[in-house]
């Protein structure tokens, strides 16, 4: 039974320990929250793609990456937009893609897109892990 005090002690001093960790762990350890998994294209179209994702709770506001699909070696992701103002969906065009979006080369040829999106959680005040790439096919 002595072994069982101890061991009972030990426990406590463990627990003390994860609790005092937690409380002094600086935000930097935080993990990230989780990332979206629900992505889909309402409609894709050459002129626009009318995106879509799951409505988080904890987001207070979602960050939106692309990747031209202009044949580039490496994937590039690069921001299309910085906020959607809180809403859970985005409609690139032919403004917020840059001219891509009901180009002639689009009009004719169709294309592939790839899209990431991540939310600005409101527990930590930071950016979510960024989801996978979700890809668009948009026909001529």
């Known amino acids: 039974s002595l072994a069982l005090t101890k061991l009972s002690s ?50 207070s506001d979602y960050k939106l ?7 580039q070696q490496s994937s590039l992701f690069q921001q299309i937009t910085a906020s959607t103002d809180g809403k859970n969906e985005y409609t690139v065009d032919k403004a917020s893609s840059g001219g891509i979006m009901g180009s002639q080369a689009i009009m004719k040829n169709g294309g592939t897109f790839h899209f990431k999106v991540s939310y600005k959680s409101i527990k930590t005040k930071q950016e979510s892990e960024m989801s996978q790439a979700f890809e668009v096919k948009v026909h001529p």
């Open 65 to 71: 990456l692309w990747d031209k699909g202009d044949g």
């Open 10 to 59: 030990l426990f406590k001093i463990i627990k003390a320990a994860v609790v005092n960790k937690s409380t002094v762990s600086k935000p930097t350890e935080n993990p990230l929250a989780a990332p979206i998994t629900k992505f889909e294209a309402t409609e894709a179209t050459p002129g626009h793609i009318n995106l879509k994702w799951e409505d988080v709770e904890d987001a």
